[in-house]
């Protein structure tokens, strides 16, 4: 069941981006603020992979590193290709890598390869927290693809106060309400105290103001 306090506040936030005349789509965000924890003990870091029950409300780009069978499956279904031949350009060519690495939400990789991935690239995928997702050569795709698109990546790393995405604001109030619910419980499930290591959570769209939820 919905937060009433989360609706109100996405209903207002939704008014309020009524009045900007913006030509792309606004996304709904979050800002999280915890307390009374210290992030610089791995352990209490933040770091979540979310399917969101009503998905982003607008496309992500998915890479996938694989060959064969897998590469031949992934046609239509992922936005980038990279083949194992490739791995190697990509590592003597930095700044294009990290250009990809920005452009794209989520990298899924054949697990034969992660090795090689992780030795090569890794150090421009790890402290962005993209390494792939490995899965084995007979996958189906089909369904890790559709997941991975309604998902979201939420990562404290050693700072208290930190975002994410909740959806867009061209969503419904109760999807949006309901996105952001589900991200508050993992919050709070991941924490060691709950929601007594929350300081404050504020919702957003993005060029708009912010409400508490918490």
């Known amino acids: ?113 992660m090795p090689t991935i992780g030795k090569t690239l890794g150090t421009v995928l790890g402290p962005r927290g993209k390494m792939p997702k490995p899965v084995p050569p007979n996958a189906d795709l089909t369904s890790i693809v559709k997941n991975l698109r309604k998902s979201i990546k939420l990562r404290s790393k050693s700072n208290k106060t930190f975002h994410t995405v909740a959806g867009s604001a061209e969503m419904s109030k109760d999807h949006i309400a309901d996105n952001v619910d589900t991200i508050i419980r993992r919050i709070e499930a991941a924490l060691e105290k709950g929601r007594m290591n929350i300081g404050s959570i504020y919702v957003k769209t993005t060029m708009g103001p912010s409400e508490r939820i918490i």
């Open 1 to 113: 069941m919905t937060d009433k306090k989360t609706t109100e506040a996405v209903v207002k936030i939704l008014e309020e981006s009524k009045k900007i005349d913006r030509k792309f789509k606004q996304n709904i965000d979050l800002v999280i603020n915890l307390k009374n924890i210290d992030l610089n003990i791995p352990k209490n870091r933040i770091d979540e992979e979310i399917i969101l029950p009503h998905g982003r409300g607008k496309d992500v780009k998915i890479a996938l590193f694989a060959s064969g069978e897998l590469a031949v499956k992934s046609k239509k279904l992922v936005d980038l290709l990279i083949k194992p031949e490739e791995i190697g350009d990509l590592s003597k060519d930095k700044k294009k890598f990290k250009k990809i690495a920005e452009d794209f939400e989520f990298f899924i990789a054949e697990a034969p390869l």
